[in-house]
């Protein structure tokens, strides 16, 4: 049993303080001044309590670049993040494309027994991008969802094809935007930056391109898709339109998109080095207000950890990727609560809305529910460090950024995984 | 005086002093060397390297000389040295050199930023000599002392640069050394070949090399790889000298004194026509013997400790 009393609770919908008891890894009851013999208490008073986050696109590197991250580093990091549930990605090694590796990463993920973790499924074989992954099979074996993330499908036959064959099995496809040929050997934005700092740009057209491609072909397919990490306005601006006719689109955007722009890669700190690539200053603002407009569904990390030798290199051979799950919630409080996003519609989009995407648990705070709780301070301002990171991949541009708002207790299923110390 | 940064990466941020200051002793330097002056001795006990991961003989002649002209111990690491080739990072080699006590290092390499990503790593003083399309500032450096010393000033110079500016480094250094020096630079190249939004520089930028020549103080070529063309960049060379070569035609919307320039080497009938190069007001072999005097001055401003300087 854990009493949790006096927080601040804001869920999707409302926001109130009261005290929360829990037993038996669910919530049995929600009131004021409420005691319970022998129950552990934590003392809320002074935080916020949030639907535990569910981050719906990461990176965990297992199996097979555990030199990167593993389940174990990844849990840890997701839960001193603030994170009840995450969803990891299929570009490991092997490509996660087949229901026994599904299974591996379910049991892996229990052995460690920090957060809930889901697996999701390849669109291609391999990431191949022209055959087909068993999705009928992955699915039942447990993929939430189905990406070649890392790549775009670039064949339009085959993201026909893809959809269609989604379409049958009610599964739903998240989709890495990306046109590889225009990107070419791009690096960062195209830009003032770019074109001052001598690094190969990546024209927004890249990633613009795919989702209108892919908005007409859901469009006309009456398929369901759910668009990964956009980054420009042009990508919001065509969601935005898309749904207003009825599209059934969703898509999410990282923290780093509304927290850092191009500008931040002079001086070529490659931890700025991230794909899609940050963008122009317009398109932060651009990123707030489809925040704020309802266009985007799910604030999402992709966490994306990497090797100190593959980061602390030449700009232009550096991988691309953010280490995200410790930063994102102070990034949300940071950027997000100063420009008029309210606590409820940070819940929906790291709780409500990624759990009604994916058809997973989670997303309110209610009685009888699971209690996965996100608690944190909302004033808390320090210093992002390297100490702050226990993800294996310390690669963050937000190293060394004064931020706000920190977690403090992370609950899963009514167990405190992650307490700060 | 002393410049304010430990490493010098680029004129972009360099003040109007520090870069002044260089060229002022670029002046005492060529003095020395005009008067027969060949050694030294301001840099003997200094140790400089040059670590260059790109082929250049020219560049990389004209810091030796100026090094060895003051008296420091030079060395050399190419591309094709053992370390290199077997992978070493190149922040295992910055480090080991760092570790043998060298005081400078010369750096050129392929990929912009380098020099920079270097120079925060180590505690030696780093020079860029080149890095990919970001700049060349020695170049440019030598290229505003050509141009003061045969126009008496930079302020107020209407300086055109034609070319392949996207992937030059020498257009990039020269335009913000002349800018912070309050000059007028004008780039013209096609449209494949211009960096976008680089206006917001305050530079002008225009397609139309008549327009980008008219009223000229310096017209400066620059190379264009011959590869481009096949990268998809340009329909053909015959039709890019077309549009884009500087040729006596051109020349003659310049002003009367105006300087051809070019940091060579230059590939003849494309970016120049032959009697450009060879013409009386064509100062491109006067730059590769102002290299090694602003080189020297360079060096020597930067192997200066604080408690050197009176
Ligand atoms: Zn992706």
Redesign the interface.
Known sequence: MILIKSGKIADAEKTYTADILIENGKIKQIGENLSAKGAEEIDAEGLTIIPGMIDMHCHLREPGQEYKEDILSGSKAAVKGGFTSIVCMPNTDPVIDNAGLIAYVQERAKKVGLCKIYPTGAITTGLGGTQLTEMGELKAAGAVAFTDDGKPVSSGKMMRNALNYAKCLDALLILHEEDLDLRADGVMN???Y????????INRAAEESMIARDIALAESLKCRIHIAHVSTRGGFDMIKKAKARGVSVTCETMPHYFSADDSWVV??D?NTKVNPPLRTKDDVAAAIEAIKDGTVDAIATDHAPHHV?EK??????ALFGISGFESALSLMVTHLLPAGVSLNKIAELTSKNPAKILRIPGGSIAEGEPADLTIFDENEKYVFTKADMVSRGKNSPFIGRELVGKAKYTVVDGVIKYKES | MQLINKDLVGL?GVSAEEIAHILDSAKSMKDYLQQGVKKMPQLQNKSIVTLFYENSTRTKMSFDLAGKYLGASMSAIAASSSSIQKGE???DTGRTLEARGIDIIIMR?P????P??LG?NISARVINAG?????HPTQALLDMYTMQEKLGRLAGLKVAIIGDILHS?VA?SNLHGLKTMGADVTLCGPGTLM????E??GVKVTYDIREAVKDADVVMGLRLQLERQKSGLLPSLREYNELFGVNSEVLKLAKPHALIMHPGPVNRGVEMDTDIIDHDRSVITEQVTNGVAVRMALLYIMTRKKEDIV
């Open positions: 195209e830009g003032y770019s074109s001052m700092l001598g690094l190969r740009g001086g070529y490659s030798d602390d290199v030449e700009y232009d051979i | 972009e990072t190149l922040l390499h990929m912009s930023g380098a920079e990503f925060r890095d990919g399309m970001h700049e480094r990039r960096p976008v939004e680089i917001k520089t």
